[in-house]
């Protein structure tokens, strides 16, 4: 199991109000737990002897729903405020200072029934949840809202609040330690991929470069022999068609793969970052597409040209879906549609984001570095349906971390080219050409086979502090 496809802990805080009925937060949190299992998530929670209910309304609770919290700390992913009644503010907010616990919060309130507002029955949480985001707020608690304000725990809405909530945990827990291999250096001609390492520690996010000749080096001196490679090119045939490629440049695949899982595997990085050409090409006579298509597609997202911070948007996309992303150009206009485009790349996208695909050779490369150097490439045309579509990148000049993101369909227009592609249909798609254009973003974007744009918006803006503009937001 990969770190991103882990079950998910949630602490789970019950709010509770000394003059409400005690019933509703015995009700409630039994409902809060049902629904959390319902769904495959594990929580921790107050047992119901250790406070009254297993909710907190006062200080002495909240301090034992702290302990709690931080002797669970290293398993919570995020915290549940869920008010049955009106709740205790302050009990709530110390409760997560205390904890001392960093992760994304959801605040949760139970809708009144109509009908249901004599004494011993309302709840009043309508009112109780505005009290606790305003406790969170002066406490400098960041938190995120359910789409109502008030919804039933077992509603369709509520669950899809919570598998949202979900990728939001999932982002922010991984980009915090995420440790990303830059394998040589970018081309020269790229400037478009120059980042800024400094920037990206500053938010727990490391780099470890290695030079293209070491790994070189090391593929070099395995023999076509080495159980390592026999094994690496099984795998190699059992992803990917073949038959369109001889037999020599993929046991050099083979080869070079073996040295960069190694690589990866010793110095526990998540994602990758490749010099795709031209020196692969002239002095090892493959291209890495397919091992970065493989890595991808095991939710070890790799980029080509040593844009680490498509790796990086590429990752963000793949833990708020647990599905592959891939990292495309944005291309070419499709005819005379505004709202349309193509995008390409030569390409190493991963197997499960394409409607079928065989490992060939990339055309544009091969007319300078010949056929026979330039084999490795999949090729073939995306699934269609709906995508999310994101780029983080590093302003240095600013000294910030900005992102955008949004949402749009990968069509069935016809359309016949080479490499990896398809057609991309993106509502008032112009204005957000003129944003990236005009705020200084790369041509490179991930894309994913998903609709996360607003977990990935929330998770980069309110937990990481990040600039993030939501195209989606606009509509």
Same mark, same amino acid.
């Given at each position: 199991m990969?770190? =991103?496809?882990? %079950? @998910?802990?949630?602490?789970?805080?019950?709010?509770?109000?000394?003059?409400?009925?005690? %019933?509703?937060?015995?009700?409630?949190?039994k409902l809060m737990l049902k629904v959390l299992e319902e769904e495959g998530f594990r929580a921790i929670c107050l047992d119901e002897s250790a406070t009254k209910c297993g909710a907190i309304e006062n200080y002495e609770e =909240?301090?034992?729903?702290?302990?709690?919290? &931080?002797?669970?700390?290293?398993?919570?992913?995020?915290?549940? /405020?869920t008010l049955p009644n009106f709740g205790d503010e302050k009990a709530v907010a110390n409760a997560l200072r205390m904890s001392g616990l960093n992760v994304p919060v959801l605040v949760h309130a139970f809708p009144d029934a109509i009908g249901s507002f004599t004494v011993s029955q309302r709840r009043d949480s309508f009112c109780g949840k505005i009290s606790v985001c305003n406790n969170l707020r002066q406490y400098s608690i960041p938190f995120t809202l359910t789409d109502k304000h008030t919804v039933d725990p077992a509603s369709e809405e509520f669950r899809r609040d919570l598998h949202r909530f979900?990728?939001?945990? &999932?982002?922010?827990?991984?980009?915090?330690? @995420?440790?990303?291999?830059?394998?040589?250096?970018?081309?020269?001609?790229?400037?478009?991929? &120059?980042?800024?390492?400094? @920037?990206?520690e500053a938010h727990g996010i490391s780099v470890e470069?290695?030079?293209?000749?070491?790994?070189?080096?090391?593929?070099?001196r395995l023999g076509a022999d080495d159980p390592r490679v026999v094994a690496k090119l099984e795998r190699i045939k059992e992803y990917v068609d073949?038959?369109?490629?001889?037999?020599?440049?993929?046991?050099?695949?083979?080869?070079?793969?073996? /040295?960069?899982?190694?690589w990866m595997d010793a110095n526990e990085l998540q994602s990758s970052a490749v010099q795709c050409w031209s020196a692969l090409e002239e002095y090892f006579g493959i291209v890495p597409c397919t091992l970065m298509s493989m890595m991808s597609n095991r939710l070890m997202p790799s980029a080509c040209e040593v844009d680490v911070m498509g790796a990086l948007s590429m990752y963000v996309l793949q833990q708020a879906s647990l599905r592959p992303s891939a990292l495309v150009d944005w291309n070419n206009n499709y005819g005379d549609d505004p709202n349309k485009a193509v995008i390409f790349h030569c390409s190493n996208l991963p197997k499960d984001v394409f409607e079928s695909a065989h490992m060939d050779y990339p055309p544009i490369l091969a007319s300078t @570095?010949?056929?026979?150097?330039?084999?490795?490439?999949?090729?073939?045309?995306?699934? %269609?349906?709906?995508?999310?579509?994101?780029?983080?990148?590093?302003?240095? =000049?600013?000294?910030?971390?900005?992102a955008y993101v949004g949402e749009g369909r990968l069509t069935d227009d016809p359309l016949d080219t080479f490499g990896g592609y398809g057609v991309v249909e993106i509502p008032r798609f112009q204005s957000l050409l003129n944003y990236i254009c005009a705020n200084g973003f790369e041509?490179?974007?991930?894309?994913?086979?998903?609709?996360?744009?607003?977990?990935?918006?929330?998770?980069?803006?309110?937990?990481?502090?990040w600039d993030v503009y939501r195209h989606d937001a606009e509509l």
């Open positions: 990969t770190s =991103a496809a882990r %079950q @998910l802990t949630f602490g789970v805080i019950v709010g509770n109000r000394d003059f409400f009925p005690d %019933q509703l937060c015995v009700e409630g949190r =909240a301090k034992k729903c702290a302990e709690l919290f &931080r002797k669970h700390a290293d398993e919570i992913d995020g915290v549940i /405020v979900a990728a939001i945990c &999932r982002i922010v827990r991984g980009l915090r330690g @995420l440790r990303i291999g830059s394998i040589g250096a970018r081309p020269a001609a790229f400037n478009t991929v &120059r980042f800024s390492e400094k @920037l990206l470069p290695v030079d293209l000749s070491e790994i070189l080096g090391r593929a070099e073949t038959s369109r490629v001889p037999a020599e440049p993929i046991v050099k695949m083979a080869k070079f793969g073996v /040295v960069v899982d190694e @570095l010949g056929k026979e150097n330039t084999y490795g490439v999949l090729a073939g045309r995306v699934k %269609q349906g709906v995508f999310t579509y994101g780029r983080v990148s590093t302003d240095d =000049a600013a000294g910030t971390v900005r041509h490179h974007v991930a894309i994913n086979l998903s609709a996360t744009s607003r977990a990935v918006e929330e998770a980069l803006k309110t937990y990481l502090g």
